[in-house]
């Protein structure tokens, strides 16, 4: 099975969105009710191909290439959370959508996190997955700095091998054609010239600034459901567990086995607890 074969038997569009400007790839399968998908950290919409064609049953999907990411257009200067922020929002009013559902993974789970802080009327449900930006950890943020950018600046095909490795428990989850996308994406003209700005929160001055506060959180009204993996190199178990007391009437499930992508590694798992969660916010 490949990306895009998991997608057979799915309805999709796979296209370029001008939001206010900045051309934005989005893919978009299913109807119903709307749920935005955010990717992490140098990440691109394929991270949540794996989860389209069931929720896509139920739901009208918005996967995204977040600002400066994937093949989303960079406009320039660093790539702070507010910016991330209303890009989104800008996304949700070039379409019309009033209100979402939003599954957001680790830089998406901290956007998704701060939208529904500041703007709680355009977020319905919350699925945060591995989210990031509640601590700063210099280890972890020279580890993804440091991999990010040798995978970038280097044509090294093991670089990016190693860089989606990082992500998973399991390396069989790691595909050559996920590493082939990934590959050229870090090495598209414009992702190299970004990529500095791209990874401004890995600066503890940048970061520390943006990060997703304890009082942040508890102004979060939206049902919250945060996912994370046993094993995620980014963030341990007690952080998810600070995360979901701070969020008022947060759950919490933690995935044996699992890194940093719990939606890929243990995508029927995720997919059948974000329905149920989703669900019992259906009219």
Known sequence: MTLWTDLTGTGFELSYAPVKGTRTRVLRAGAGEAVVMLHGTSGHLEAFVRNVPDLAEHYELHALDMLG???????????????????????LDSRGIERAHFIGESLGGWVAGRLAADHPERVGRLILVAPGGTVANPEVMDRIRTSTKA????????????????????????????????????????????????????KMENRTEDLLTPEQMARITAPTQIVWGAQNPFGDVPEAHRMQQSIPGAALEIFPECGHWPQHEHADRFNKLALEFLGRGRA
């Open 69 to 91: 990411h994937g093949y989303t257009d960079n406009p320039g200067g660093d790539l702070r959370i507010p910016r991330y922020v209303r890009h989104v929002l800008d996304y």
């Open 151 to 202: 995978a970038v600046t280097s044509d090294d095909r093991d670089l990016t091998r190693r860089r989606l490795e990082l992500l998973m428990h399991d390396p069989v989850n790691v595909s050559e054609e996920l590493v082939d996308v990934r590959h050229a994406i870090y090495h598209r003209p414009e992702f190299v010239a970004g990529i500095d700005e791209l990874l401004c929160l890995q």
